[in-house]
């Protein structure tokens, strides 16, 4: 590769880099404002989850796409992946914001919080007077 086109690559690289440093700017900018509040909110019990929903997201994924499960990796269109993807994320949205309704962390987040600590985390929400 020449060097005009190793600057370009690089050059190409550095904007992708600062671009996606912005939007998180942008997002993290917005999430201080009211309005980003409440646009975003709905992904904050996601958040709180996060490795919950990580490792799920692992097992749901990896079980339909891969061999020890139903295989269909390259045998989906890119559209109906698109529709399973959002549906489970979607999914894992309302199931979050139900659990930590009534839980203070996730299930996996509280057996790391017990694990590290070494002492029983109080998981289950307390009503307040």
């Known amino acids: 590769?020449?060097?005009?086109?190793?600057i370009v690559v690089a050059d190409n690289a550095l904007a992708q880099i600062t671009l996606a440093l912005s939007y998180a700017a942008l997002a993290i900018g917005l999430?201080?404002?009211r309005v980003g509040s409440n646009l975003f909110g709905w992904a904050e019990p996601l958040g709180r989850m996060a490795l919950t929903n990580y490792l799920?997201?692992?097992?749901?994924?990896?079980w339909v796409f891969y061999g020890y499960g139903f295989g269909l990796f390259g045998r989906v269109g890119v559209s109906s992946a698109l529709m399973f993807g959002t549906v489970v994320y979607a999914a894992q949205a309302v199931f979050s914001a139900r659990w930590l309704?009534?839980?203070?962390?996730?299930?996996v987040e509280w057996l790391?919080?017990?694990l590290m600590y070494g002492i029983p985390q109080p998981n289950t929400r307390t009503t307040g007077a």
């Open 1 to 6: 590769m020449g060097l005009v086109a190793t």
């Open 56 to 62: 799920m997201q692992s097992l749901i994924f990896g």
């Open 31 to 33: 999430m201080t404002t």
């Open 112 to 114: 790391w919080r017990r």
């Open 101 to 107: 309704k009534r839980y203070n962390f996730g299930p």
